[in-house]
Every structure is written in structure tokens, then in C-alpha cells.
């Protein structure tokens, strides 16, 4: 299994790339922009990642991304993501980015997005990895503060393919944002929402009546609402999961209580994704690796996973197709060498 799930080509649709922050590029950035951080060494970074629920987590995660302050640490911390990539056979990734974590610290737009798209360039050119960027606005702040983001976005709209919305689901539910929401279909971006991570099916159900999104990021609390389980399984909405960060967060105590084999069975659209790597001890392999560690699942349900994120991505249906023949042979060329 182990060897299958390395070799099997995969598709990542729910990566925060402040989240694939390493402690050893942290202390490397924090010294080359002589910025103080509250640890020693990264061994002590790594100690203090223990979370008991979103929130601990968002309050380290907003003070690692300090370190970023020049165009050329996008583009390295981007770039050292690629590289995993490439070590787990992702072929194609669609990555958010947190303009206001960046902005509000007098960053420029645009040093955020040059260094991000500048490693994704060179990553489709070298590595062969395709990719997309979707901004997303923090649901802490307020409704105002997303349109300013927006704005700052429109100049680099030939780069960013959507709109998503994250940070504390508590307190701050989607209909929130409907209106800037609005705003960015109007503008022609494609819509996603963090929903049913924490907070209630509700807030899944608001999203997709609300925001207009093409996906639910998490959404593993729909299994709370029967008939919006239902509305899910016929729209073939997906649900982007996050295996590795639900049990770090507490969603799920453990692996096993995980309901993704279920959903899977019940006919949804899910995927498996890594959210936040560096903080949540494991990138794509590590999370289909720990789901087939715990729960009961085939090969053919480990393909499904990387079909439904190909039908679930941002891309042309010839591009589509392209990656679907790839895990279609890696399939058949697995299954020839067994028998
Ligand atoms: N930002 C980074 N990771 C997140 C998560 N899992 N939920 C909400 N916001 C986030
Ligand atoms: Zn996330």
C-alpha cells in the first residue's frame, strides 16, 4: 500500500503556502530579515506545535508568516513546497495565499503574488507541476477589508483564478462576506469557502446559497444535515479534507473516528489535502498514508480520491483529461506488475 499511495499521481486543492512554512526556513528567513521570533532553534518551533482547536493553531500560524517580507521568501517557500511536491507525485496544485497577513504588515500586494506566481512558473517549466492561486480573505476581519483586497487583486487577475474565504470559522460565518463575495464573481474569479471545519452545516449550507462556490473547503460537518448530505451528492459539490490537520485540530479526535471513508461511500465528491504541511506534521503522501493507515480503504477508493480532485480542480477539461490518463496508467501499470 505504501508503495502504491507514493507512486499514485495526485491532485492538491487545499494548501495554504504560509502553511507549508518550514521551522528551518522560518529561522533562516528570520535571520536573513532580522526578525525576532519567540524560539531558539527549529526543534523548539516543531515542540510548540501542539493545537487543541483552530484558534491555537491561527495564533502561531499568523506569527510564523513574520519571516515574509521580500519577493525572493515567496518564491522560496513556495519553491521548497514544489519540491515536496515533486517527492509525493503531485502533479497538479491549486494554493491559497493570505493577502491580509501580508498587507497588514506593509507588504506590497504584488511582492506576495511576483514571488508565489515566479516559483510556479518555474515549477510547471522544471518540475512539470501545474498549478492555480486562489487568494483568500481572513473572516476575522471585516467585509471592508475584504473588498480592499479585492481591489488590490484586480491588477493581478491573469494570475489568480479564485476567491476563498478562511481564518476563525467561530463567530464569523459566510454570510458575512456575501456581498464582496458577489463582487468577485462579478469581476469573473471562481469562488471557495473554508465551511463545516469547526462551525456547523449551516455555515456549508450559506456558502454555497450565499457565495456561489464551486467548492467546500473541510465540509466535513454536512454528515450533521441529511439532506444537505444529499444536495451535495447530487450537485457532486467537493469537499476539499484535510485528514492530518482535522485530527491535529481536533476536529476528530483520532484517525480512525475520521468519516471521509464514509462520505466517500455515501457518494461524494471528496479529496484528500494537506491544508497547513509544515504545521500538521505531513504533506499529500502523509495524509493518504495516515487515512489508509486507520480506516478501511481500497486502492480503487485511493484512485477515486485522485479522480474526484481532478474532476474537482480549476482546470480545462483537456487538462483534465491529461491527468486523469496519467492515474488511469499508473493504475494499470500497478495492477499489471501485481498479477
Ligand atoms: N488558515 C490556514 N489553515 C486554516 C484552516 N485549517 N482553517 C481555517 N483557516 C485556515
Ligand atoms: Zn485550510
Not at 522560496?76 to 507525485?89: P, V
Request: glycine residues 6%; proline residues 4%.
Amino acid at each position: 500500500m505504501n508503495i502504491f499511495i507514493k507512486g499514485l499521481p495526485k491532485v492538491e486543492l487545499h494548501l495554504h503556502i504560509e502553511g507549508s512554512l518550514e521551522p528551518e526556513l522560518m529561522f533562516e528567513l528570520a535571520k536573513r530579515n532580522q526578525i525576532s521570533i519567540p524560539f531558539t532553534s527549529p526543534q523548539e518551533v516543531k515542540a510548540a506545535y501542539q493545537f487543541n482547536n483552530l484558534q491555537s493553531f491561527l495564533d502561531i500560524y499568523y506569527q510564523g508568516a513574520n519571516v515574509l517580507i521580500h519577493e525572493q521568501d515567496f518564491y522560496d517557500l513556495t519553491w521548497a513546497y514544489l519540491l515536496r511536491c515533486q517527492q509525493d507525485n503531485v502533479i497538479h496544485t491549486e494554493i491559497f495565499f493570505d493577502p491580509q497577513t501580508h498587507t497588514a504588515r506593509g507588504i506590497a500586494f504584488e511582492t506576495v503574488i511576483n514571488g508565489i506566481d515566479k516559483a510556479l512558473k518555474q515549477g510547471k517549466q522544471e518540475l512539470g507541476i501545474s498549478s492555480q492561486i486562489i487568494m483568500c480573505f481572513l473572516r476575522h476581519l471585516d467585509q471592508d477589508s475584504a473588498f480592499e483586497t479585492l481591489q488590490h487583486a484586480l491588477p493581478f487577475k491573469d494570475k489568480i483564478i479564485g476567491v476563498g474565504l478562511d481564518s476563525s470559522e467561530d463567530g464569523h460565518p459566510p454570510e458575512k462576506f456575501t456581498e464582496v463575495f458577489q463582487s468577485a464573481i462579478e469581476h469573473g474569479f471562481l469562488t471557495v469557502a473554508h465551511a463545516g471545519e469547526e462551525g456547523p452545516a449551516e455555515n456549508i449550507h450559506n456558502a454555497m446559497k450565499l457565495l456561489g462556490i464551486s467548492r467546500v473547503d473541510h465540509g466535513v460537518r454536512c454528515v450533521e444535515d441529511p439532506k444537505l448530505v444529499q444536495q451535495l451528492i447530487d450537485d457532486r459539490t467537493p469537499l476539499t479534507v484535510c485528514p492530518l490537520s482535522n485530527t491535529k485540530l481536533k476536529v476528530f479526535e483520532e484517525m480512525k473516528d475520521h468519516n471521509i471513508v464514509q462520505l466517500l461511500r455515501q457518494g461524494l465528491c471528496v479529496t484528500i489535502n494537506s491544508d497547513d504541511p509544515a504545521y500538521f506534521g505531513g504533506y499529500m503522501t502523509d495524509n493518504f498514508m495516515a487515512v489508509a493507515e486507520a480506516l478501511p480503504i481500497t486502492q480503487e477508493e485511493l484512485v477515486k480520491l485522485s479522480l474526484n480532485a481532478i474532476e474537482a480542480s480549476f482546470i480545462s477539461d483537456n487538462e483534465k483529461q491529461k491527468l486523469t490518463d496519467k492515474v488511469m496508467e499508473f493504475n494499470q501499470e500497478i495492477s499489471t506488475a501485481s498479477n
